[in-house]
């Protein structure tokens, strides 16, 4: 094989690993989703919740009739564009594309990834904006299609 066409081929290879890992990781496509009751907000103008809590997410303009995950999940991607979620759930939208779920927050709750390469065995969301609420799709390649504003989640 040519230096030059090994140099091409190295090239492709980078290339379709570089959107293949843009397609899991994801862009959130939609406006943030609502979350009820809202976090509180500190002095510093920082978001948070207390562990323990709960929330409920209502998320419209997805695909009717839908599976989906929705969880609490880090702000920090990990091996594969992949973050630490806890207490990923199922969802299915209506036929209008909507959904509303009940997410239970924590502090330092189980990674739902935690046996992914390069994972934490706890998702760590005591720092400020460390997680949110993320909705992904189901299927062999997920991505993440929609989260909310950021929080933290005080012990």
């Given at each position: 094989m040519s230096r030059t066409l090994r140099k091409r081929t190295m090239a492709a290879s980078i290339a379709g690993l570089t959107l293949a890992l843009v397609g899991l990781v994801g862009v959130p496509a939609f406006a943030a989703t609502g979350l009820s009751p809202a976090p509180s907000v500190d002095?510093?103008?920082?978001?948070?919740?207390?562990?323990?809590?709960?929330?409920?997410?209502?998320?419209?303009?997805?695909?009717?009739?839908?599976?989906?995950?929705?969880?609490?999940?880090?702000?920090?991607?990990?091996?594969?564009?992949?973050?630490?979620?806890?207490?990923?759930?199922?969802?299915?939208?209506?036929?209008?594309?909507?959904?509303?779920?009940?997410?239970?927050?924590?502090?330092?709750?189980?990674?739902?990834?935690?046996?992914?390469?390069?994972?934490?065995?706890?998702?760590?969301?005591?720092?400020t904006n460390a997680c949110a609420i993320k909705v992904a799709t189901h299927g062999t390649s997920k991505q993440i299609v929609d989260q909310s504003v950021s929080f933290r989640v005080e012990q």
């Open positions: 002095a510093a103008g920082n978001r948070y919740f207390v562990d323990g809590d709960s929330t409920t997410t209502t998320v419209t303009g997805l695909a009717a009739n839908t599976d989906y995950y929705v969880g609490l999940c880090s702000n920090t991607s990990y091996l594969f564009g992949i973050p630490a979620c806890a207490g990923f759930q199922t969802v299915t939208t209506d036929a209008s594309g909507a959904f509303t779920a009940t997410v239970a927050l924590e502090s330092n709750g189980a990674n739902t990834h935690a046996s992914a390469p390069g994972q934490p065995a706890t998702v760590n969301c005591t720092a």
